[in-house]
């Protein structure tokens, strides 16, 4: 059974960072392209970064030059780098893995950015 559980969230302050990481479990990464993406209160749950198992990587403009996505498939884990958070990058940030149809999500992890 693949599942898929991601930490690294919590409080910081704007302009701060904040390392998330997603490990997959029941299988192998390099099998998978994996995604981050977030939900803030009363919003849908938007694409933050992919990476393909080619390395390709695609963000969405809000994080563009702020946020790095990165995998290790040794470890089995793919990382979501945040540098110079914003109060707006609030949210609950999930990672998903997915392979021809199948898409596994985590849990979610909750990021604050505040003072």
């Known amino acids: 059974q693949v599942q898929l559980v991601e930490s690294g969230g919590g409080l910081v302050q704007p302009g701060g960072s904040q390392r998330l990481s997603c490990v997959l479990s029941?299988?192998?990464?390099?099998?998978?392209?994996v995604g981050w993406y977030r939900q803030a209160p009363g919003k849908q749950r938007e694409l933050v970064a992919t990476?393909?198992?080619?390395?390709?990587?695609n963000y969405a403009d809000f994080v563009k030059g702020r946020f790095t996505i990165s995998r290790d498939n040794v470890k089995n884990t793919s990382y979501l780098q945040m540098n110079s958070l914003k109060p707006e990058d609030t949210a609950v940030y999930y990672c998903?893995?997915?392979?021809?149809?199948?898409?596994?999500w985590g849990q979610g992890t909750q990021v604050t950015v505040s003072s």
């Open positions: 998903k893995a997915w392979r021809r149809t199948y898409e596994y």
């Open positions: 990476i393909t198992g080619t390395l390709n990587t």
């Open positions: 029941g299988s192998n990464l390099d099998l998978y392209g």
